[in-house]
């Protein structure tokens, strides 16, 4: 069996006019501002409380993942088919892809084989521009703030040694990651160590999906934290005045883009940060977009369902009053293995054993989705090295638990391949849905807030606190911070904060080495180790096997 | 009498639906790609090479400016106006706003006044995106190169130490001049000197800027030259295979871009290159894409005739065969007091003896364009300081040279107040104009090359070349570069290389310090004196006045 790459699937589509799909949501033309014929985007006045309210949102998330990822986004697309072929009105909502990566190893990131969404190049390039905007707003702040430090008139006194706002660009470029800027005398600035990060990486970008309206991004923004003047009093983007200038350059980007699935069913993607130091989801505004105009609203969010989901959670769904139906926990029978003890080199042998002890893991996710007071679904999203007995395994072990699990075909089907993932959906949201609940809510004390997710979602039996770390805590509170959402920054290898600890890892202490705070998102980020923000090119880069034909045509974009 | 701000005028208009806008251009809706209802982009099929020929090139360009320029682009924009007033059917064509110097001193680029294109706030942030595509190409590129030097097995063994290309970034920051990159250990690459520029001075812009279509953008991105290998090798962008990659990111970059003046004529605004380094005017696919669509395009080219026109004529028309049929010289009184030795201070103090005097700069402006086998007309863009017998003195001595001048007034009254400049350009096209004729061939050597420019156009005596000069003359022969049009890097303010010598200085030397090279591009670039590549915010930035509210309305914009 041969399978085309997913450029050529996506290619090999006759895309219908953007348009067309809005009308699907019931949304006129004049209502969508279009770019090109296969993509738009969707105006603010289009959110409807009333309608988020009865309109049902389903969570996509994962087991613990190995380095390739399980398909969550695959999935995702996969079951929004699967539920518009079942006779409901779904709309999939997701995250913009980076463009540094697409040059790198790991390729786009709009789904796999014949779950799609479309115009896959133009969503992995520019698209409407988002990213950019982003990385725009991000970079005016950091020349606002470095043209501070240089005005003999117009100086807020800032010690250029304390300064945490980072320059961004959408660049996988590890030369960039630390810096010696204003070099070459004093026409040039104040010389001071700096660095850039990747733009999904940015703070603005956080604050641009945590915001409700452009008077609350402005807000947001006006409250990012820059650093202390010498006399240690903190300084934020409001003292430069710079949160309207900010706010103006994301004036098209807080609207959320509307594009289409390879079934011609809406998608809506907006907004891409980070799921290691943010909180790796879609914009809120687009999540209640599409429930306004949506019967159905499948998103994801990044890493395994002890980030991306309790991220979503705790921070997102908390805050925007959201209220999630049902949990997809997608797992593989390839990282089944893994967990079970599987090298990589044998991830495609089939290992019935492997997989029964690797179940733990999917085990402990699927316990922790139920202390949120929600139902989860398992779709196993199928590959070809998947035995029957294997996948039998793990639908009886996960109805044993009183979970249904079920075979997920989107990628080698699209919608036919997700039939029963759609209805075992469908019958959680109709039958099984309450009211979910957070696990802490955001007033609670900070060390409290890092405990019970530690405890409850990674199985920690304690939390240790660095020097560094203790000292940041002083500071938030000093900062008056305390309010903040717990954003957790762990590698997304381990339950636990050391990633060679697989499947379901017990009695381990979990150490907080530093705290960083985004004051504009509202987070407080516990560091629990290295976090990469500037991915480097791999040594042949993707960018060489590309190629483009004078009348536009791509190959070699994945 | 009190005016409006420019954003205030271009706010109260109501903008027509950009499919109308078209449609005056006989372009169908299906064939335009709309970004939101106002900006759309031209696919480049549309360029027809007979209807190019048969229609009429007008070239806007100016005096010798004072710092605050003398409006070429709100007279373009007005004469365009003032030509369909007329009954001819005339689209303006101009080069795309940089976002830098919007948040510093200078504000946008989208005319003034009456004489406006609009949308003015999309066209001077993001517009269509051009300007970011340009800018992630170009670092992409420079990601690769260090890249290269980090990876082991697939190294072109370049010497970083000889790196000419750098990164750019849209943004006026002086903080990134001049930097260190790749510091904090192995990990990070390998550390050297290096700097951002503004995007505008990027060689992908001026690229883009000369490119016929895909084809050719990516075979002068390939020809980019880097810098050597330590064995003193030119390296080049194909040897990196990033062509087709940077070729990818400037797929939709482009296609020129459609918006509206104030009146509901078709603008054409695409390609920003910098006027200082580079050909500083539009693309040559958008000026085509105006002659294929319309009877008169209006376009402009950066800072003095002695420089913009000079390159829009020996570089720009004679690569692509165009044929200028008529020069709009462009004067204002203050810069003719300027000329004749006014200070800043009483450049608004009418002084008929100074303006006298200052006449010589554009009497020789006057004689350069007629060297070219054009004619020229002038235009005298009108202010409330103007005195009646100054405005009479210059059409009058104009008339005595055989040359028309007429007072523009589109900044007070659109296409009212050009009538008068409108059927001038008329005559000349319809009555004088021949073929032009460039005034170096690229063929011949570059010393001949450089010396006509600055014998004829400038008016010196002769010109020197220093030790890095002549060094540099050697490396172009070596490389082969010696067939490239000459890119003159020269100071605006002056016909000289000394921008104390204001109006027609005579007997002077002109000195090429040293000389870059754009392979890409073409393009042999002289450096006569310091190039300001990447400016800086002013102490108190535009940015601290600007405004948005929740509806997405923009204030302090200019």
Known sequence: MTHLSDIAIAQAKRLEHIKNIAAKLKVEEDNIEMYGKYKAKLPLSLIDDKKIENNNLVLVTALTPTPAGEGKTTVSIGLTEGLNKIGKQATVVLREPSLGPVFGIKGGAAGGGYSQVV?????????????????????????????????????????????LWKRVIDMNDRALRDITIGLGGTANGVPRQDGFNITAASEVMAILCMASDLENLKKRLGDIFIGFTYKNEPVFARDLKAENAMAILLKEAIKPNLVQTLEENPAIIHGGPFANIAQGTNTIIATKMGLSLSNYVVTEAGFGADLGAEKFLNIKSQFAKLNPKCVVLVATIRALRHHGGAKSEAYNTPDLEKVTEGFKNLEKHIENIRKYNIEPVVAINSFVSDSDEEVSFVIEKCASLGVEAVLSEGWAKGGEGTRDLAKAVVNVVENKATQYKPLYDWKSPVTDKIEIIAKEIYGAKNVEYSKQAQLNLRRINRLGFNDFAICMAKTQKSFSDNEFLIGRPEGFTVTVREIEIAAGAQFIIPILGKMM???????????????????????GLS
Not at 535 to 547: D, F, I, Q, Y
């Open 119 to 163: 115009p896959m190049e133009d969503i992995n390039l520019h698209f409407t521009g988002d990213f950019s905007a982003v990385e725009k707003a991000n970079n005016l702040l950091s020349a606002l703030i470095d043209n501070n430090i240089q005005s003999k008139t117009n100086n807020l006194n800032i010690d250029p040694r304390t300064i």
């Open 533 to 555: 923000r500037m991915p480097g090119l791999p040594s042949v880069p993707a960018s060489e096997n590309m190629t483009i034909d004078n009348n536009g045509v791509i190959s």
